[in-house]
């Protein structure tokens, strides 16, 4: 069993649509949670840094982890075509620890 | 921003040959570079951690002789991929930890990452 698993998608959604992601993890010593974005051919962006359980919104995205049932999850809202990307869900147990990559979600938003 | 720069973006080398990727933190420094691999629409793989003046930390399965690393400065790693064969044929992505960026517990910003093309 994977540590992260994340679905890879290919995920198709109308532009203005609303978006989740999301991730499941095993090992409950995960406490620092991440999401990345990665264009085709770049190097991943960091989008969102979420620490233990809890909400955090910046602009159109928000980012959720219940460590309860070891499930995290990022929502676009109001998406865009320039929001087609794939999405890295990324985990460590402590600062400066190792990133445990999701296997990432594939994103295309049409107009 | 926090920016790191990969050279070269892509290489095409003939099997048996050595290919060097350097990975440059342009803005601050980086005590702690991390090299990944990533195979297509398949996730980022840790191959090795390297820390400035040390020798790097290789994750298991990782082969320290062919894959070498070198930290020489707190902008500076350099990853050669010796005696290349087309199984090493891969996108070579680092990153670079920013310990003074005040945001949070792992602060890795990447680079754009090299498409290695072994024929």
């Known amino acids: 069993q994977k540590e992260v698993e994340q679905d890879p998608g290919p995920l198709s959604v109308p532009e203005g649509a609303i978006v989740s992601l999301n991730c499941t993890y095993s090992?409950?010593?995960?406490?620092?949670f991440m999401w990345y974005r990665q264009y085709s051919r770049k190097g991943p962006e960091l989008l969102m840094y979420?620490?233990?359980?809890g909400n955090k919104e910046d602009g159109r995205f928000t980012a959720q982890v219940d460590k309860s049932s070891k499930y995290i999850s990022l929502f676009i809202r109001d998406s865009q075509p320039s929001d087609s990307a794939t999405y890295l869900c990324?985990?460590?147990?402590?600062?400066?620890?190792?990133?445990?990559f999701g296997q990432g979600t594939e994103l295309s938003v049409k107009p | 921003g926090a920016v790191v720069s990969q050279h070269p973006s892509w290489v095409i080398c003939k099997s048996g040959t050595s290919v060097k990727i350097e990975c440059r933190s342009l803005?601050?420094?980086?005590?702690?570079m991390f090299w990944y691999r990533q195979f297509p629409k398949q996730s980022l793989m840790l191959m090795a951690t390297?820390?400035?003046?040390?020798?790097?930390?290789?994750e298991q399965g990782v082969e320290k002789d062919k894959f070498l690393i070198n930290h020489a400065s707190l902008t500076l790693s350099t990853l050669t991929v010796t005696s290349a064969h087309p199984e090493d044929s891969s996108f070579y992505i680092c990153?670079?930890?920013?310990?003074?960026?005040?945001?949070?517990?792992?602060?890795?910003?990447f680079g754009p990452g090299t498409r290695l093309t072994v024929l």
């Open positions: 979420t620490y233990s359980s």
């Open positions: 390297s820390n400035e003046g040390s020798k790097a930390t290789y």
């Open positions: 090992n409950s010593a995960f406490q620092y």
């Open positions: 990153s670079a930890r920013d310990v003074a960026s005040g945001r949070g517990a792992d602060t890795q910003y």
């Open positions: 803005d601050f420094q980086a005590t702690t």
């Open positions: 990324a985990m460590t147990k402590n600062q400066g620890g190792k990133l445990i």
